[in-house]
T-cell receptor, first 113, second 117 residues
Framework: SQQGEEDPQALSIQEGENATMNCSYKTSINNLQWYRQNSGRGLVHLILIRSNEREKHSGRLRVTLDTSKKSSSLLITASRAADTASYFCATAGTLYNFNKFYFGSGTKLNVKP | DAGVIQSPRHEVTEMGQEVTLRCKPISGHDYLFWYRQTMMRGLELLIYFNNNVPIDDSGMPEDRFSAKMPNASFSTLKIQPSEPRDSAVYFC???????????????FGNGTRLTVT
């Protein structure tokens, strides 16, 4: 399976601290995306990193990609209570699978005020 | 834009009944995806369409599941007959492939929570 796997499964931190989540996947990818899901809601796209990129920033988010290790990390700096959610990585395949997005099992982040 | 709209938000039905889930993608988007989310299996891709044509339905679990997209603004996922193990949250998502790039984020609806008793 191409499915990504996040680590850790759950993370609890204090407001203001940084949160780091990791994602590993198994096969070649076109790009990797991170999504957030608030309880009872759909997933919301956060950031996309292409296979030829190594790092990308968006506001308080920093994503890295290491294709040699087939892994990615999402760093949320100066976390806020509103960041409490589940975070998923999604990989898009290559060639004929480029529109098939495979999601990992997610990291549940709890930011305590 | 209103985003991806799914209906109903909640559906409770008895085993054996037919269930129809509905989705309105974002206007102009040319890809539509149906996902199922459960605690045990996470997010599973069931089927996706491009320009209203089903491209890959390899994730559809059984013949009891069928999906249609009669036009660019509407899609349905039907389960007939429904079973308790079909209980899950079903998400519809759409995306736009622009400028020849394959890298398009998915826009999700808020899902339909299906409970089959």
């Amino acid at each position: 399976s191409q499915q990504g796997e996040e680590d850790p499964q759950a993370l609890s931190i204090q407001e203001g601290e940084n949160a780091t989540m990791n994602c590993s996947y198994k096969t070649s990818i076109n790009n990797l995306q991170w999504y957030r899901q608030n309880s009872g809601r759909g997933l919301v796209h956060l950031i996309l990193i292409r296979s030829n990129e190594r790092e990308k920033h968006s506001g308080r988010l920093r994503v890295t990609l290491d294709t040699s290790k087939k892994s990615s990390s999402l760093l949320i700096t100066a976390s806020r209570a509103a960041d409490t959610a589940s975070y998923f990585c999604a990989t898009a395949g290559t060639l004929y699978n480029f529109n098939k997005f495979y999601f990992g099992s997610g990291t549940k982040l709890n930011v305590k005020p | 834009d209103a985003g991806v709209i799914q209906s109903p938000r909640h559906e409770v039905t008895e085993m054996g009944q037919e269930v129809t889930l509905r989705c309105k993608p974002i206007s102009g988007h040319d890809y539509l995806f149906w996902y199922r989310q459960t605690m045990m299996r996470g997010l599973e891709l069931l089927i996706y369409f491009n320009n209203n044509v089903p491209i890959d339905d390899s994730g559809m679990p059984e013949d009891r599941f069928s999906a249609k997209m009669p036009n660019a603004s509407f899609s349905t996922l039907k389960i007939q007959p429904s079973e308790p193990r079909d209980s899950a949250v079903y998400f519809c998502a759409s995306s736009l492939r622009s400028g020849g790039s394959y890298n398009s984020p998915l826009h999700f609806g808020n899902g339909t929570r299906l409970t089959v008793t």
